[in-house]
């Protein structure tokens, strides 16, 4: 009895897992497509606020940019996609002042989240995103260390 309840244990894992495999990547982009549109900032440092914009681009490609302003003036500008490369969807971060984009992997995607990883940079090396209605908690982190983003999806056009 327990070899069998192994077994369908083993059969059902490796199911889930080849399922997520086998999805296309453009049925994967489809997933990632909440992500389309202006999301504000709610949790910023005092005295600044932030937000980031997504768009589709194609059936294999979106585009966001994360900005965080003091005031008006902004302080710190990251572009980011979600590209194809050798089969697989990578998000792809330039962060600052940097001329090449580091990719992170995706490693998981449902209807609502995804986790994209790149276990050998240095912070973060880990980004999720979470999405529950009209809200988004992304979180970056590595190290020991983890940095929470709170977003609302804005109204504005």
């Known amino acids: 009895m327990k070899t069998r309840t192994l077994l369908l244990v083993t059969a059902l894992f490796l199911l889930v897992h080849t399922s997520y495999a086998q999805e296309s990547n453009k049925e994967k982009f489809k997933k ?11 949790n910023a440092k ?15 490609k979106l585009t966001g940019k994360g900005v965080t302003l003091k005031g008006k003036e902004t302080i710190f500008v990251e572009d980011m996609s979600f590209v194809e490369k050798d089969n697989d969807i990578y998000c792809a971060v330039i962060a600052g002042d940097e001329k090449q984009p580091v990719y992170f992997k995706l ?11 790149n276990p050998k940079h240095d912070f973060p090396k ?22 929470d983003y709170n977003f609302v999806r804005s109204e504005a056009p």
């Open 32 to 42: 990632l497509e909440w992500l389309v549109g202006k999301w504000i900032r709610t």
């Open 126 to 147: 880990k980004i999720s995103y979470q999405r529950n209605g009209k809200n988004i908690k992304a979180v970056i982190s590595g190290n020991g260390q983890s940095v």
């Open 107 to 117: 490693t998981a995607l449902s209807a609502n989240s995804f986790t994209c990883e």
């Open 46 to 60: 005092a005295g600044q606020s932030g937000y980031e914009t997504w768009a589709k681009v194609s059936d294999l």
